[in-house]
């Protein structure tokens, strides 16, 4: 417990992660095709319009095993004081960050575009206080 409390803002950001790609993993999955339309819509005009099903299945993968990271890093801190399995899960949603970030550039959505950075951020942050 006394890692915890000694590295609560790193829990919270850990916790952070966990929530948000655990979700937006369970998302896809339970909404496979309602993404898969909605996204080949939405890359329609850019380069990557036949390449959709496969950057969904990637882009799932990512966040979906940076949110189990993340969610382990917690526990691993609570029980070991190292930071091993979160920074990874911080490793990952900053991958799929950036490639979500790009996704939105390449098919001109701005305001998604900042959304991304809204999140890149304080993952970046948490890089920064986890770093070796």
Known sequence: MQAITEHLTESFLLLF???????SGI???LDWKGNLGWLKGHFSKTPFKNLVPQMLFTILLVESLSGVLSLAGIVE?????NYGLGYLGAILACIALL???LGQRIAKDYDGARTIVIYL???VFLLYLMQP
């Open 17 to 23: 992660l966990a929530i948000t790609f655990l979700q």
């Open 27 to 29: 998302d896809k999955i």
């Open 77 to 81: 801190l609570f029980v070991t004081g």
């Open 99 to 101: 490639m979500l970030l």
């Open 121 to 123: 951020i304080p993952t």
